[in-house]
C-alpha cells in the first residue's frame, strides 16, 4: 500500500470522527455493489492492506474493484526521550471513516449477491468497524422514500 509523498503538514491533530455522519460519499456511484460502513472508526495502513489483499485474491478476475479509502493521516509514536522533545515521529497512516460512507465499489459484476456477502462475512474480522453490504436497488429505494 502507497504512503502519501506529500502532506500539507507533518504531523497532524487525531481527527475526531465520534457521532458523525458521512455526507459526501453514501452512495455508489461506479458498482452495482458495496460494502458500507454501519459504524464509526480508523482503518489503519495494515488492516486496510490486509483487507485489500483478501478481497482481490477471492474476486479476481470476476469483477472490477473500486477502493475508496487511501491513508492520508499519519499516526505518530511517542518520543523515547524525556518530556519537552516534542512528537514523536509518523509510525502508521490511517483514514478516518465515519458511518454511512461507502468503502469499496464492485464494478462490472459477475458474481451473485450471495457470494460476495458470503466473502465479507468471512472477511469482517479483519474489519476493525461494522460494515454491510449495499446495492443500487437500496439506494433507488432511498432516494424513492424520500
Not at 460494502?35 to 478481497?55: F, H, P, S, T
Not at 523515547?80 to 468503502?103: E, F
Request: charged share 30%.
Amino acid at each position: 500500500m502507497k504512503i502519501p509523498k506529500k502532506t500539507k503538514f507533518r504531523k497532524y491533530h487525531k481527527i475526531n470522527v465520534k457521532n458523525k455522519i458521512e455526507v459526501k460519499k453514501t452512495k455508489l456511484s461506479y458498482g452495482v455493489y458495496g460494502v458500507k460502513a454501519l459504524e464509526n472508526g480508523y482503518l489503519r495502513m495494515a488492516q486496510m492492506k490486509r483487507i485489500k489483499e483478501d478481497i482481490v485474491k477471492k474476486l479476481k478476475g470476476k469483477t472490477n474493484i473500486y477502493f475508496n479509502f487511501y491513508p492520508i493521516f499519519g499516526l505518530t509514536n511517542k518520543g523515547t526521550a524525556r518530556m519537552g522533545s516534542g512528537k514523536g515521529d509518523i509510525d502508521d497512516w490511517y483514514v478516518p471513516v465515519k458511518r454511512g460512507k461507502i468503502l469499496i465499489e464492485f464494478v462490472n459484476c459477475l458474481i451473485p449477491k450471495g457470494e460476495i456477502q458470503k466473502m465479507l462475512k468471512t472477511n469482517s474480522l479483519k474489519w476493525p468497524i461494522e460494515v454491510i453490504l449495499t446495492t443500487v436497488k437500496k439506494n433507488l429505494d432511498e432516494n424513492i422514500k424520500k
